[in-house]
């Protein structure tokens, strides 16, 4: 503020100027904390939940204990450990006598675990499906081909790839209209063939391995080895808050376990695939010295894309510590529209927000995030127009925080349609049908809201 108390004339465009650069950096801080924290679960629901279905056969476990009941005593705890130490565990520590205090141990670990992997809400699975499967994904693997004009978007009506206009304007007077439409044809088997592989990732390898979902990366289980090693530290002294902590510290370290095999997939074998395509198209195009500006703008694409599955590869680590930054509403809806951008470039609303006399959060951005993410892609989708107005506002009252978020659409639109699907949407969401939506992808952003 320096410059604005010696030079009064300009005192408010320095301001201005001076707000910016720190607005600027407070957005450019909660982008890195949501780059950090798209595997995550809702830890104090699950504890909830765990409180309320295990504290009381947690009670009934520790009378067993105190009875005498358990197998594992001192002898086996010292065994255990000398083997884990060692780095070899002889096959005689897994014999261990089964009765009802061991069966009851071993069912409250394994409801917890699947608890944390599957419950709709507040689950693993619901986390990658909401900050990586819908949307997020196809965003940062489609946008430097969007950027470059490589590939289209599929028409809603037919569902075919629309016209390449930017290319066809491109060449309209160096290639004749039968040569470009073959062109164009190859560049939409390319667009179907990059959608196909993204699908394919979200769909069917983003997921938590079960009956359908067999090629699911993240495999949960819990061995017996492990189950043992967490009844050796618990006994009738135990407090069931400890118990939690344990329970979960065994959930994060099997799930690090699959985020090394998604990473590794991720980093070579999707590379492989991802980048073999660009390349078949870019020598398809290099026969025909006329298209070189296309095959040039393919060649950056393909190392954008590259860049992106660097990104993409990045996303699957333990969640790192939130920041203790306060975010102010503004702000978290400029960092959400910023995450909008980076994965659809052409998307610039005019963004208005009425937040006025309200405080800033802590520990909200995520949450906040999730929200307008889903929302803004929601209008970025189905507004009919790249640069739509929007204006998001706010209501404090009563300890309850009301958004509501209303933008502009093309005249081109059919409103009555729209306004059936979110009719439809609606009654999900009003019936406990929406929870079993949370986790899927495909026209359930209303349910993720919800």
């Given at each position: 503020?320096?410059?604005?108390?010696?030079?009064?004339?300009?005192?408010?465009?320095?301001?201005?100027e001076?707000?910016?650069?720190?607005?600027?950096r407070?957005?450019?801080?909660g982008?890195?904390?949501?780059?950090?924290?798209?595997?995550?679960?809702?830890?104090?629901?699950?504890?909830?939940?765990?409180?309320?279905?295990?504290?009381?056969d947690f009670?009934?476990?520790?009378?067993?204990?105190?009875?005498?009941?358990?197998?594992?005593?001192?002898?086996?705890?010292?065994?255990?450990?000398?083997?884990?130490?060692?780095?070899?565990?002889?096959?005689?520590l897994?014999?261990?006598?089964q009765?009802?205090?061991?069966s009851?141990?071993?069912?409250?670990?394994?409801?917890?675990?699947?608890?944390?992997?599957f419950?709709?809400?507040?689950?693993?699975?619901?986390?990658?499906?909401?900050?990586?499967?819908?949307?997020t994904?196809?965003?940062?693997?489609?946008?430097?081909?969007?950027?470059e004009?490589v590939?289209?978007?599929r028409?809603?009506?037919?569902?075919?790839?629309?016209?390449?206009t930017?290319?066809?304007?491109?060449?309209s007077?160096?290639?004749?209209?039968?040569?470009?439409?073959?062109?164009?044809?190859?560049?939409?088997?390319?667009?179907g063939?990059?959608?196909?592989?993204?699908?394919?990732?979200?769909?069917?390898?983003?997921?938590?391995?079960?009956?359908?979902?067999?090629?699911?990366?993240?495999?949960?289980?819990?061995?017996?080895?492990?189950?043992?090693?967490?009844v050796?530290?618990?006994?009738?002294q135990?407090?069931?808050?400890?118990f939690?902590?344990?329970?979960?510290?065994?959930?994060?370290?099997?799930?690090?376990?699959?985020?090394?095999?998604?990473?590794?997939?991720v980093d070579?074998?999707?590379?492989?695939?991802?980048?073999?395509?660009?390349?078949?198209?870019?020598?398809?195009?290099?026969?025909?010295?006329r298209l070189?500006?296309?095959?040039?703008?393919?060649?950056?694409?393909?190392?954008?894309?590259?860049?992106?599955?660097?990104?993409?590869?990045?996303?699957?680590?333990?969640p790192?510590?939130?920041?203790?930054l306060?975010?102010?509403?503004e702000?978290m809806?400029?960092?959400?529209?910023?995450?909008?951008?980076?994965?659809?470039?052409?998307?610039?609303?005019?963004?208005?927000?009425?937040?006025?006399g309200?405080?800033?959060?802590?520990?909200?951005?995520?949450?906040?995030?999730?929200?307008?993410?889903?929302?803004?892609?929601?209008?970025?989708?189905?507004?009919?127009?790249?640069?739509p107005t929007v204006?998001?506002?706010?209501?404090?009252?009563?300890?309850?925080?009301?958004?509501?978020?209303?933008?502009?659409?093309?005249?081109?639109?059919?409103v009555?349609?729209?306004e059936?699907?979110?009719?439809?949407?609606?009654?999900?969401?009003?019936?406990d049908?929406?929870?079993n939506l949370?986790?899927?992808?495909?026209?359930?952003?209303?349910?993720?809201?919800?």
């Open positions: 503020m320096l410059l604005a108390n010696t030079d009064e004339t300009q005192s408010d465009r320095y301001e201005l001076a707000r910016s650069i720190v607005t600027g407070v957005v450019k801080e982008l890195k904390q949501l780059d950090a924290s798209k595997i995550s679960i809702d830890e104090l629901a699950l504890r909830a939940w765990a409180t309320k279905n295990l504290l009381e009670a009934r476990y520790q009378a067993f204990y105190s009875s005498g009941l358990v197998p594992i005593g001192d002898e086996y705890r010292r065994s255990l450990l000398d083997a884990l130490e060692q780095g070899a565990v002889p096959t005689d897994f014999d261990v006598p009765n009802e205090a061991i009851l141990f071993r069912d409250m670990v394994t409801r917890y675990v699947q608890q944390c992997a419950d709709t809400e507040h689950g693993l699975d619901c986390y990658l499906s909401l900050r990586i499967r819908h949307g994904m196809s965003g940062e693997l489609r946008s430097a081909s969007e950027r004009n590939v289209t978007r028409s809603k009506e037919s569902g075919a790839y629309l016209p390449n930017h290319w066809a304007a491109t060449f007077q160096i290639i004749p209209r039968d040569d470009w439409e073959t062109v164009e044809d190859r560049l939409f088997v390319f667009s063939k990059l959608d196909e592989l993204i699908t394919t990732l979200t769909t069917q390898f983003v997921q938590i391995r079960r009956p359908e979902k067999p090629e699911g990366l993240f495999e949960i289980s819990v061995s017996p080895l492990q189950i043992y090693s967490l050796v530290d618990t006994n009738d135990t407090k069931f808050e400890d939690l902590f344990s329970l979960n510290e065994l959930f994060w370290a099997s799930i690090q376990t699959n985020l090394v095999k998604v990473r590794d997939y070579v074998a999707y590379r492989e695939q991802i980048l073999a395509l660009f390349d078949g198209l870019e020598q398809d195009l290099r026969f025909d010295a070189r500006p296309l095959a040039d703008a393919v060649l950056r694409a393909r190392n954008e894309t590259s860049q992106a599955i660097d990104q993409v590869r990045d996303w699957f680590e333990l790192a510590a939130t920041s203790n306060a975010f102010g509403l702000e809806v400029t960092i959400s529209t910023q995450t909008m951008q980076r994965f659809h470039p052409d998307f610039n609303p005019s963004i208005s927000v009425e937040a006025e309200l405080p800033k959060f802590q520990g909200a951005l995520n949450l906040f995030s999730d929200i307008f993410f889903v929302a803004f892609e929601n209008i970025y989708k189905h507004s009919g127009s790249p640069t204006r998001v506002h706010f209501h404090y009252e009563s300890r309850e925080l009301t958004i509501r978020v209303t933008n502009s659409l093309s005249e081109s639109l059919n009555e349609q729209l059936e699907m979110v009719g439809e949407a609606r009654v999900k969401v009003q019936s049908e929406f929870l949370v986790r899927r992808e495909g026209g359930t952003g209303l349910p993720k809201l919800a």
